[in-house]
């Protein structure tokens, strides 16, 4: 079946350092792509999402590309903010599958000043 | 902004009561989620709901049912709580359109511990 898979945490950064968190994914047929991101204390919120092969999502200085080829979302941002301290999930959504989100593990990440 | 609440944001019961957990969002959204989240394990899918009355088995529903009596409103029922029901559960809900390109909506979750 359908599976993500995302690098383990936790990832310590100091701050304006770049992040990448690795995303990959099985899928039997053509998935959208999302990254949510849980602060502390809160529900998940979409952090970005491509629908389809070679898009790009952004938002908040974040940054994926959904590669078709290597099967790969990445998430990636040039500097981090101890803001950014959270957990990200990656998910897929595929239309095979009735459209429920299947997410990662999450990854946790902790910005020090 | 789409707002998705849930009744309690942390909650303690003993093993073998009945408990519910309700979740309300006021978007007129036609799709409601119900998640439980455990650390190494991401999110898993116990049950969603397309419409009024509607619902589905998501990944993990053994011991759990739900209830959609109104659109905006979708309860989720532990029969007989057990400990290994001890989680944070997380309600979400979606537009109604191309399913999986839609944005789900999450609200702030309940921790629930069984004892």
């Known amino acids: 079946g359908d599976s993500v898979t995302q690098m383990e945490g936790p990832v310590t950064l100091s701050e304006e350092a770049c992040l990448t968190i690795?995303?990959?994914?099985?899928?039997?047929?053509?998935?959208?792509l999302f990254w949510y991101v849980q602060y502390p204390g809160e529900g998940l919120q979409l952090l970005l999402k491509?629908?389809?092969?070679?898009d790009k999502g952004s938002n908040k200085g974040f940054e994926a590309t959904y590669r078709k080829e290597t099967t790969s979302f990445h998430l990636e941002k040039g500097s981090v903010q101890v803001s950014d301290s959270a957990v990200y999930f990656c998910?897929?959504?595929?239309?095979?599958?009735?459209?429920?989100?299947?997410f990662g593990q999450g990854t946790e990440l902790s910005v020090k000043p | 902004d789409v707002k998705v609440t849930q009744s309690s944001r942390y909650l303690v019961k003993r093993t073998g009561e009945k408990v519910f957990l309700e979740c309300v969002q006021d978007m007129d959204h036609e799709n409601m989620f119900w998640y439980r989240q455990d650390p190494g394990l991401g999110l898993r899918l116990i049950y969603f709901s397309y419409d009024v009355k509607m619902k589905e088995k998501g990944d993990i529903p053994e011991g759990y049912s739900v209830s959609r009596e109104k659109k905006e409103r979708f309860s989720l029922i532990l029969e007989s709580a057990s400990t290994n029901q001890t989680s944070m559960y997380l309600c979400?809900?979606?537009?109604?359109?191309?399913?999986?390109?839609?944005?789900?909506?999450f609200g702030p979750g309940t921790r629930l511990l069984v004892l």
């Open positions: 998910a897929l959504s595929d239309d095979n599958q009735g459209g429920k989100l299947i």
């Open positions: 979400a809900s979606s537009d109604q359109g191309e399913p999986s390109r839609e944005t789900q909506y």
């Open positions: 491509a629908t389809k092969a070679d």
């Open positions: 690795n995303c990959t994914y099985t899928a039997t047929g053509y998935p959208s």
